[in-house]
T-cell receptor
Framework: NAGVTQTPKFRVLKTGQSMTLLCAQD?????MYWYRQDPGMGLRLIHY???????AKGEVPDGYNVSRLKKQNFLLGLESAAPSQTSVYFC?????????????FGPGTRLLVL | QKEVEQDPGPLSVPEGAIVSLNCTYS??????FMWYRQYSRKGPELLMY????GNKEDGRFTAQVDKSSKYISLFIRDSQPSDSATYLC??????????????FGQGTILTVHP
């Protein structure tokens, strides 16, 4: 099992450009999440999904859109990138169930917006 | 006030030292408490979780919860250079519609030098 994979690993964008980050999981998990990680801020939830075709806003959703057309994939889109979106983005997945079930994280995508 | 507060450090200790990492939280409804470890340029991985108050030990690691003080700790005995990482406390959101969401502390950067 590959677990959670993210594409691309690193990307440089210019302000105003758009891009899509892809997350894939092979664990048949119902729940998937997108986070951003900034120095001194910990992990902050951007959007999440509790099943195919469903998405919901997290703590910092502005400037991002998501889609979950297939259970194993969760896409994060930036329509018009801004320097404030320079960050490391992590995708995670989790089986539905009790709160003690862990989230499994991907390796991250480092995004630099100039 | 953030729901979960963690001193970001950085913390630098000599090999063999006892390390204490701490978080405070504000929501008394929280029941599960987790510690994630994140190596440089990697995604976080679950290290330990505890339920309610008390201690839980796993090898050189001990997780401690004091619900009366809303204080959680992670102790590392006989620290090794391989323990150098960022440690994040994480608390599953309370409530029936939490959907596995976690609230993370800011993370503490730990360096264990030989």
């Amino acid at each position: 099992n590959a677990g959670v994979t993210q594409t691309p690993k690193f990307r440089v964008l210019k302000t105003g450009q758009s891009m899509t980050l892809l997350c894939a999981q092979d664990m048949n998990h119902e729940y998937m999440y997108w986070y951003r990680q900034d120095p001194g801020m910990g992990l902050r939830l951007i959007h999440y999904s509790v099943g195919e075709g469903t998405t919901a806003k997290g703590e910092v959703p502005d400037g991002y859109n998501v889609s979950r057309l297939k259970k194993q994939n969760f896409l994060l889109g930036l329509e018009s990138a801004a320097p404030s979106q320079t960050s490391v983005y992590f995708c995670a997945s989790k089986a539905a169930g009790g709160r003690k079930e862990t989230q499994y994280f991907g390796p991250g995508t480092r995004l630099l917006v100039l | 006030q953030k729901e979960v507060e963690q001193d970001p450090g950085p913390l630098s200790v000599p090999e063999g030292a006892i390390v204490s990492l701490n978080c405070t939280y504000s929501n008394s409804a929280f029941q599960y408490f987790m510690w994630y470890r994140q190596y440089s340029r990697k995604g976080p991985e679950l290290l330990m979780y505890t339920y309610s108050s008390g201690n839980k030990e796993d090898g050189r690691f001990t997780a401690q919860v004091d619900k009366s003080s809303k204080y959680i700790s992670l102790f590392i005995r006989d620290s090794q250079p391989s323990d150098s990482a960022t440690y994040l406390c994480a608390i599953p959101n309370a409530g029936g519609t939490s959907y596995g969401k976690l609230t993370f502390g800011q993370g503490t950067i730990l360096t264990v030098h030989p």
